[in-house]
């Protein structure tokens, strides 16, 4: 039994939509009929998940970290109607060295990308989607504005070592995700994060094979998670389906997370 949605009529931004889990995420949103604009700041990584997903997909250069370029790039994506969907999943790793050794500047950018990246999208998204009108649905009698789903790690819950300035991010985009969700609760925008293991993209293979051994052992279920697997949550997250359910921060990890 498969569960299956219907997105037609809703627009959805992904940011570091030309990524590995980007692409999952948006080609799930897509095949459910939804409007999907991928903004990255790679323009290579754009072309080839254009060429990947087809013509239909929109592609925006934007390097979230830049408060100009996030808040052009809202006002021209608003411009063309509304926004459903918002889902920050733009993250660099970083560096993979114990604290000591790390240099402050890759601390400094792991956050700025993360985290200050994340809050910016959220803070002029979210603006603009207060602004317009809730749908109401004959399923669901609770008018809703649109759906914010923020891609956290399980490294932000239980830390790891050798990813001080990721783990911290990824915390603090949990505790984003929660504050947000509050402020929003009464204006029907749910905002909920996901909590991902390790999945098998870029991300992924800058990591030495003993680490990698490292971090299957963590997880119960012995496997990394499928892409298709992440991009089925944050389907259910996006949709009316998730209603009642804000601030909540949802596990992917196999059995690795106990909360
Ligand atoms: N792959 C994993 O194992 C894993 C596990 C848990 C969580 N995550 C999270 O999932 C998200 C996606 O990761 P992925 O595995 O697809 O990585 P990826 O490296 O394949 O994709 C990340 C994308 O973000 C883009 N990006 C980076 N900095 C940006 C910026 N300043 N502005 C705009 N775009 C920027 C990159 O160009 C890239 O296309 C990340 O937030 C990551 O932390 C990944």
């Keep these: 039994m498969t569960a299956t949605y219907d997105f037609g009529g809703r627009r959805a931004i992904i940011t570091g939509g030309a990524g590995g889990l980007g692409r999952g995420m948006a080609k799930a949103l897509m095949d459910a009929g939804a409007e999907v604009e991928l903004w990255d700041m790679s323009a290579s990584a754009l072309a080839q998940a254009r060429s990947e997903l087809g013509p239909t997909v929109s592609v925006r250069e934007v390097d979230i970290t830049n408060v100009a370029a996030v808040e052009h790039a809202a006002d021209t994506v608003f411009a063309g109607g509304r926004v459903d969907i918002l889902v920050n ?5 970083g560096e993979v060295k114990p604290v000591w050794e790390t240099s402050p500047e890759n601390f400094q950018r792991v956050l700025q990308v993360n985290l200050f990246g994340a809050y910016l999208v959220t803070r002029a998204v979210v603006g603009r989607m207060r602004a317009q009108a809730a749908r109401h649905t004959t399923k669901n009698p609770h008018p809703l504005r649109g759906h914010v789903v923020n891609i956290a790690s399980i490294q932000g819950k239980e830390g790891m070592a050798m990813a001080a300035a990721y783990s911290a991010s990824k915390a603090g985009l949990i505790a984003l995700t929660k504050s947000v969700a509050k ?57 009316d389906e998730c209603s009642f359910s804000t601030g909540g921060i949802f596990d992917l990890s196999g059995g690795r997370a106990t909360y």
């Design 183 to 239: 402020e929003t609760a009464r204006d029907g925008i749910i905002v909920t994060a996901i909590t991902p293991a390790a999945a098998e993209t870029a991300m992924a293979k800058e990591i030495s094979a003993e680490r990698r051994a490292d971090i299957l052992g963590r997880i119960p279920m012995g496997r990394f998670v499928e892409i298709e697997e992440v991009a089925r949550m944050v389907l259910w997250l996006s949709s």
């Design 89 to 93: 999943n733009a993250g660099v790793l």
